[in-house]
């Protein structure tokens, strides 16, 4: 049980187009979902909190017009990565949380997204 | 704010040897620790946790982790390292209040086994 699925595995898009990224949470229903960056070589960084049906809570230093969260169902969140530029090459993972157990985290397998 | 601190980078055992990883944190009250698992181009799987009661805490794949308040530490350990156990390794501090379930990662420990 508590898979977390994350759509694309690896993602190539051109610069500055917009690139989406879904998690979706397959065997519950998560009330809140995370979204994290890592560098190679480098741990993860919360990028933001998304509870559904409600707008992100985004880290500082974390750009909310850049990068997009909807969090519209409790199984579906995604992350839009707009107007990408090479700097936004990254492994982006994201992670899910049920109401009961709020201390667990399950992890998707991640999205590696290269913009050209 | 909490941290994590992982000292070793890297870290290089023979098959069969014991392993132990270890993990420093700050927080101001109780913390809630983790200890995570990454293969390359992976997401993260949870090894084991610590919430409260037994100190000791035993997890999947034959890892156990020790929490040591006074130390304020979590290391993780092994008796017996398998080759398939070569990965990447974060500790994590998950906190409450405000910032309820928010999790803190440490650097992470490349783990490579030696046939």
């Known amino acids: 049980g508590a898979v977390v699925s994350q759509h694309p595995s690896w993602v190539i898009c051109k610069s500055g187009t917009s690139v989406k990224i879904e998690c979706r949470s397959l065997?519950?229903?998560?009330?809140?979902m995370f979204w994290y960056r890592q560098f190679p070589k480098q741990s993860l960084m919360l990028m933001a909190t998304s509870n559904e049906g409600s707008k992100a809570t985004y880290e500082q230093g974390v750009e909310k017009d850049k990068f997009l969260i909807n969090h519209a169902s409790l199984t579906l969140s995604t992350l839009t990565v707009t107007s990408a530029h090479p700097e936004d090459s990254s492994f982006y993972i994201c992670s899910a949380r049920q109401a009961v157990a709020k201390n667990i985290q399950y992890f998707g397998a991640g999205t590696r997204l290269s913009v050209l | 704010a909490q941290s994590v601190t992982q000292p070793d980078i890297h870290i290089t055992v023979s098959e069969g040897a014991s392993l132990e990883l270890r993990c420093n944190y700050s927080y101001g009250a109780t913390p809630y620790l983790f200890w995570y698992v990454q293969s390359p181009g992976q997401g993260l799987q949870l090894l084991l946790k610590?919430?409260?009661?037994?100190?000791l805490v035993q997890g999947i794949k034959g890892f156990e982790a020790e929490f040591k308040r006074s130390q304020s530490s979590f290391n993780l350990r092994k008796p017996s390292v398998h080759w398939s156990d070569a990965a990447e390794y974060f500790c994590?501090?998950?906190?409450?209040?405000?910032?309820?379930?928010?999790?803190?990662f440490g650097q992470g420990t490349i783990l490579t086994v030696h046939p």
């Open positions: 610590y919430f409260s009661g037994d100190t």
């Open positions: 994590a501090v998950g906190t409450g209040g405000t910032s309820y379930g928010k999790l803190t």
């Open positions: 065997d519950f229903q998560a009330t809140t």
